[in-house]
């Protein structure tokens, strides 16, 4: 079964509206933390946001937010005000295990391709 | 902070030549380190996960002996691919784990192998 699944192979969006990218996860483990990557196409990998099992609240970082549903297993994220630069490929992982804990792997979703329209 | 950098950014050779690949954090130490492979339009794919002083621990189907890595030291972790392969070509990306608040991993900017 997949451990990441991300269902939006492609999103448009227009210029400085918001756009949600899904993201749903499957672990048994209690304790793990979600991630989403920027991936542009020059292919470098841009970490923009984390969030931990046990986080209270959703995580923000300046037009990033995590829409944690643990419940739903989801961790969508939401792109507000979209800026021709955020076209690029977004990924979603997940990490089994606490934050320094002896496993630090990545399981990496299939991502979702994000186009900003002027 | 937390840069990642990666050498060479492209490489052509020919088929059964090795090619050797460095990943390095230029600005912290990093404990363990990680290679992964990307095919075109294709998520990242670990391949191995590289610690300091001990052998790297490799994904079930990643040939041992096909990819080799050393973690030399705590800033400097390499990749060979020996007796390249044109269905070797693809994107090689390092990370490094960085131990910090989200322990997060921080990817070097890749290397895209070609192989004729």
């Known amino acids: 079964a997949q451990k990441i699944t991300q269902t939006q192979p492609g999103m448009f969006v227009q210029e400085k509206e918001a756009v949600t990218l899904d993201c749903t996860y499957d672990t048994s483990d209690p304790s793990y933390g979600l991630f989403w990557y920027k991936q542009p196409s020059s292919g470098e990998m841009i970490f923009l946001i984390y969030?931990?099992?046990?986080?209270?609240q959703n995580a923000t970082e300046g037009r990033y937010s995590l829409n944690f549903q643990k419940a739903r297993k989801s961790a969508n994220l939401v792109i507000s005000a979209s800026q021709l630069g955020d076209s690029a490929m977004y990924f979603c992982?997940?990490?089994?295990?606490?934050?320094?804990?002896?496993?630090?792997?990545?399981?990496f979703g299939t991502g979702t391709l994000l186009a900003v329209q002027p | 902070g937390a840069v990642v950098s990666q050498h060479p950014s492209r490489v052509i050779c020919k088929s059964g030549t090795s090619v050797k690949i460095e990943c390095r954090s230029l600005d912290f130490q990093a404990t363990t380190m990680f290679w992964y492979r990307q095919f075109p339009k294709q998520s990242l794919m670990l391949m191995a996960t590289?610690?300091?002083?001990?052998?790297?621990?490799?994904e079930q189907g990643v040939e041992k002996d096909k990819f080799l890595i050393n973690h030399a030291s705590l800033t400097l972790s390499t990749l060979t691919v020996t007796s390249a392969h044109p269905e070797d070509s693809s994107f090689y990306i390092c990370?490094?784990?960085?131990?910090?608040?989200?322990?997060?991993?921080?990817f070097g900017p890749g290397t895209r192998l070609t192989v004729l």
């Open positions: 990370s490094a784990r960085d131990g910090g608040r989200f322990d997060e991993q921080f």
């Open positions: 969030q931990g099992s046990y986080d209270q």
């Open positions: 992982a997940m990490r089994e295990g606490s934050i320094g804990g002896a496993t630090n792997k990545l399981i």
């Open positions: 590289s610690n300091e002083g001990s052998k790297a621990t490799y």
